[in-house]
């Protein structure tokens, strides 16, 4: 086995550890624009161009539109790219999103997940990215800064796939990773340049019969963005779809790969696991909670309850057959939303979750909480009421009602 | 930068090898479509080019064809000059890792009025600041006509389109058409300029001098629509010759913000007796059928009068050549 490269430890908050990792992957382009929580990804970003301690081409947009168009450019120009963003900003993005997972363009775009106005609010909630939900690009959730930094590595691994070919969103709970610092353990710049690699370039034909990287070259001469009628445009979509299959595999492969390179892994890298094996009662969630839940399931194996949790890291391409397989022996499940899906039957993970595990034999009864809108804090008292409230349910044998809303006044 | 450095004549023109090819789907007599084939004649070497969703976007790019000779990016409507900015970007930063050829690869985004005027201008200003290294070409049909004529803030006063009908108390659309070049000019930019493709042989010139301009260059060409102008097919070039003899479209060039009459125009500065009435130009575009009524006649003479007062400020503008 090779030896392990050197790591250090060092204090980072999860902006500053984003910054750095994408430092460490030799980006060719960013193009940004300054957004709460997101900020200090691409202030910190600027301090390395103005150093000189990257080669990059910084571009100060003059919106996220133009920052999403930007990047895309770039990177069917044949750049590694990357931007940050949250919230409005993100909403803004949203025809671009569509538009670059349709040219499959590895962009890859760290996501400070902030709520959506009105009214405004700067704080941490999901509403900003599951709203992004069908818009083609890989989503994966991060727990804390460390894996922050690990997925950012990763993710330009598993968007620059020529089999994936996707753009993909590195989500952090706005504030409570953005801006908490924590001590995270990096890789030296040579060790990420290894482990990430140049950007390979899928290869395409083109209208004069060649056969050559997809890029936009005067030698070799495409046609970028075409308008596809109903004869073509459908299997454009499907071709996409299989991208987003091929990205199941490839986020496993890459975490074990990552794991073998730096001793961390995030459970398969689609669900981390905590305590499920023998679990009768588990709560499925998305994002940092899965930290104070995991606590909470410690505290309550010692009381001799069988509690679990099922950390969503990947929530596109969703995991179907791993939730199925990790919640095959649960009983009662609770799944938590961060982000509301207006008029809907609960949230949108919910609602995902539910639909993943209606076809297994013995499905559990799942019921949803909808927490931490606008920044609320879900504290660990409230987030061992869903645990207790599941026994209630193993224990009556019924539901009483299915989608909660939990720390709300009412 | 030197005058007339580039002798574009018939002759090199028909030879030089089209880079937007026939088989396109724009319509008979298409303004727009002469001048992208003509513009692309102008090209000096490896050449990008980006447009804005539009007419021209759209009948040239229909999968799986291509009237695109050259490397072509089409991602949106409001963007074509976000698009260069991270074109630029990337060509810059490859090259100097050597990850591409150590040459120089011209960019050029081109819009219509809809993704210059409207929705395209706050990119476009934020690229023009950024400084990026591309030359825009807007070519201007006066309205939205890839969705079917609708007016733009380029839409000239009086002219009728869809969602500026002649009514039977609006007559069409009552603003005037936005001075794109003017808010252009006060970005400071290296290079701008106006052309129509009647005068191609001034128009291919400030091409290529908008390529070779470090910094970002903006070219205005103003193309004829017949569908939208309800105009004969066969008259586009007419219609390009008029608006440049009426003073509707003057055509200028201003090098770092020095600007000077072009030819044709210039001759009427000299010999303001050859200045022709407006009247000569809306006359037989149907969009302006309405305004020869008696009741609308005002309408015509204040159009003369918005047109003669913009053509003395931009006398006054031009520096003596």
Known sequence: MKEQPKQETIPLNGDEAIALAAKQCDVDVVAAYPITPQTIIVEKFSEYVANGEVQTEFVCTESEHSAMTACLAAAVTGARTFTASA???????????????????????????????APLNIHGDQSDSMAERDSGWIHIYVENAQEAYDSVIQAFKIAEDTGVSLPVIVGLDGFTISHTLENVTVLGDDAVDQFVGERQLPIVLTHEGKTVPFKLDPENPMTMGPNALPNYYFEFKRQQEEGMRNALKKIQEVNSEYAKLTGRSYGDGLVDNYKLDDAEIAVVVVGSTAGTLKFIVDQMRQEGVKAGVLRLRTFRPFPVEQLRSA???????????????FGGFGGAVFGEVRNALYDTKEHPTIVNYIFGLGGRDATPRELRKIYDDLLKIDKKGNVETTVHFLGLRE | MTTQEWKFTAKDIASKPDLFLSGHRACAGCGPASTLRLIMKATRGPTIVTQATGCMEIVGSIYPYTSWALPWLHTAFENAAANASGIDAALKIMRKKGKIKDEHIDIIAIAGDGGTYDIGLQALSGAVERGHDFLFILYDNEGYMNTG??????????AATTTSPAGKVIPGKLEKKKPITEIMLAHDMPYVATATTYYWKDMLTKVRKGLEVEGPAFLHVFAPCPRGWRTE?????????????????????????????????????????????????????????????????????????????????????????
């Not at chain 1, 009662?332 to 939303?337: G, I, L, P």
């Not at chain 2, 004529?149 to 009086?158: A, C, D, K, L």
């Not at chain 2, 000569?280 to 003369?304: K, P, S, V």
């Open chain 2, 233 to 321: 097919p066969g008259k586009t070039m007419e219609y390009s010759k008029l608006s440049v003899e009426t003073c509707v479209f003057p055509i200028w060039e201003a090098v770092n913000g020095k600007r000077q009459l072009s030819t044709p125009s210039k001759l009427i500065q000299l010999s303001p007796q050859k200045k022709k009435p407006v009247k000569d130009y809306l006359a037989g575009q149907g969009r302006f059928r309405h305004l020869f009524t008696q009741q609308n006649q005002h309408l015509i003479d204040e159009m003369q009068r918005v047109t003669d007062e913009n053509w003395q400020r931009l006398n006054k503008k031009c520096e003596p050549a």
């Open chain 1, 327 to 341: 919640l095959k022996n649960v009983k009662t499940v609770a799944v938590m939303d961060k982000a509301m899906s």
């Open chain 1, 87 to 117: 919230s409005a900003g993100l909403a803004l993005m949203h025809e671009m999103l569509f538009v670059t997972s349709g040219f499959r363009a590895p962009v890859v775009m760290a996501v400070a997940n902030r709520a959506l106005s």
């Open chain 2, 149 to 158: 004529i609708q007016r733009s803030s380029s839409t000239p006063i009086g």
